[in-house]
Structures are given as structure tokens and as C-alpha cells.
């Protein structure tokens, strides 16, 4: 019997590689932590994930479907000009890829090859950092993982592919970028990277502005503890994030609702 409230999708499991499919169901995991841990914007922004055995082809969003009902096969696959390589049937609905959503994780997947997911949000705490002239300050032991942080000046809304080079430009080789006046874009090397450094820049923009709304002055750090405590987040000094809660976050969402991977 159908499911009241989902989607009928047929299956792509049997319709790509085991290595896409794993990294469907990772990416779909990926969007329901986003939702769950309150980072999403309704059907609004996009995390893509790089097809591992197909050079040039990245796994991302159908514009339309909410965050929380994302599976592993509504997934389109997409190459870096745009063409969908893959699609499940939609019927009516006819759900295609966000302009914005193509422009800016295309951009990345092109140009930082080691990038395995990249993840744009619009949290509320994101987009009020992005608003404020100081930025992300430095101000959490969480915070300092962040002290290089890249910041990308508003533009618009991502339309059109001659922001591409400025975006890049502004991420650089860093993991994440504040988007002025906008939200956050994050990078990493694996899902579970990506959401890790997700999820730290959250709590960094949560707790300053937690902080910042005491209305006392802020407790600040000397700059040789900022760098250190920066350099032992960095992949040369520590082992790559997102290894260890990874399954455990897959085990969390099996427990609520297993169908992200269908």
C-alpha cells in the first residue's frame, strides 16, 4: 500500500553503479540530518555529491521535493554544463535541478577535485552572521576551527556563471565560506565530512549570536592560542572528520525513518 504523504519513486539501484548508490544513500542521508538538526530552508538550497566513478558527474536535489523526503533515488545525476544524466520519473511534477543549485556546486565540483560534497544552507544562524560586518568572531573553541574562514560578497541571488570565479576565489583551498548577507557554503572531502563542518559552523553562528545578545562585552582570545587551536583542527594534525559519527548518524536515522535509502 502507498505511503499517504510520499512520493512513489522507483528504484535506481538496479540503474547505476554499487559506488553511486552508496553515495546516494549517503547524500540522502545527508539532507535529512540537515533537516533534522534544524539547518533547512523547506525545498530551498542544495548539497551535491561527487558520483565517485564517473568523472565529471555530481548527485544533487530535485527542486521541489523537501529536504526531510529526500531519497536515494529521486537524486538527480547532473555533469558540470548542466545536462541531467539521470532522472527518476516524477510524472506531473516534472522536478528539475535549481539554477543556483547548479551554478555554485558546479563551480566547486570543477575546480576542487578532492571535494567529495559540498552543502549551501540559509539556517537562521548562518544567514545573521553573514549579515554582520565582524563576521564569524573567534570567540568558541568551536569558532576557532573557523578562524580563516572565507567570505564571498552578495551578488544576487546565483544566476549567473560569471560569479563562479569570485565564489572560488573566496572559498580558496578552506572548507567553508560565509556568504555575505546570504547563508554558509561548506566543503569536504566526504559526506560525512561536509556534514561534520556543517554542523560545527552551526554551532559557531548559534553560540556568538547567543553571545552577542547578552549584551556585555565578549571574552576574547590571545591570537597564538587562535592559531594553535586552528591548526589542530586541520587534516595534517588530526584524522579526517566525520569518520566516526558517521554510521552512527546513519543508525540514528534508520531508527526514525529508513526510507532515505530507498
Not at 545527508?30 to 525545498?43: I, Q, T
Amino acid at each position: 500500500m502507498k505511503q499517504a504523504g510520499v512520493l512513489d519513486i522507483p528504484s535506481m539501484r538496479g540503474k547505476c553503479s554499487e559506488a553511486e548508490w552508496q553515495a546516494r544513500v549517503d547524500l540522502a542521508a545527508c539532507y535529512r540530518l540537515v533537516e533534522l538538526y534544524g539547518m533547512a530552508d523547506m525545498m530551498a538550497n542544495h548539497i551535491s555529491c561527487r558520483v565517485p566513478d564517473e568523472e565529471g558527474a555530481f548527485l544533487i536535489n530535485p527542486y521541489g521535493m523537501m529536504y526531510e523526503e529526500i531519497t536515494a533515488s529521486c537524486l538527480l545525476k547532473v555533469d558540470l554544463a548542466g545536462n541531467i544524466l539521470s532522472s527518476p520519473d516524477f510524472g506531473a511534477l516534472k522536478y528539475g535541478v535549481n539554477k543556483a543549485g547548479y551554478v555554485i556546486h558546479s563551480a566547486v565540483h570543477a575546480a576542487r577535485p578532492e571535494v567529495g560534497c559540498v552543502i549551501h544552507t540559509h539556517s537562521w544562524a548562518s544567514m545573521a552572521i553573514s549579515s554582520l560586518e565582524c563576521g564569524l568572531l573567534p570567540i568558541t573553541q568551536t569558532a576557532m576551527r573557523f578562524l580563516k574562514i572565507g567570505y564571498h560578497d552578495y551578488q544576487g541571488v546565483v544566476l549567473d556563471t560569471k560569479e563562479q570565479q569570485s565564489l572560488l576565489k573566496d572559498l580558496g583551498d578552506r572548507e567553508a565560506v560565509i556568504l555575505r548577507n546570504h547563508g554558509a557554503l561548506v566543503v569536504g572531502r566526504t559526506t560525512g565530512e561536509a556534514f561534520n563542518w556543517t554542523h560545527r559552523l552551526e554551532l559557531a553562528c548559534r553560540s556568538q549570536i547567543g553571545a552577542m545578545s547578552c549584551n556585555t562585552p565578549l571574552q576574547g582570545v590571545p591570537q597564538p592560542v587562535l592559531e594553535e587551536t586552528w591548526n589542530n583542527y586541520q587534516p595534517g594534525t588530526r584524522r579526517p572528520y566525520g569518520v566516526m559519527e558517521w554510521p552512527g548518524l546513519l543508525r540514528k536515522l534508520d531508527r526514525l525513518d529508513p526510507g532515505y535509502r530507498d
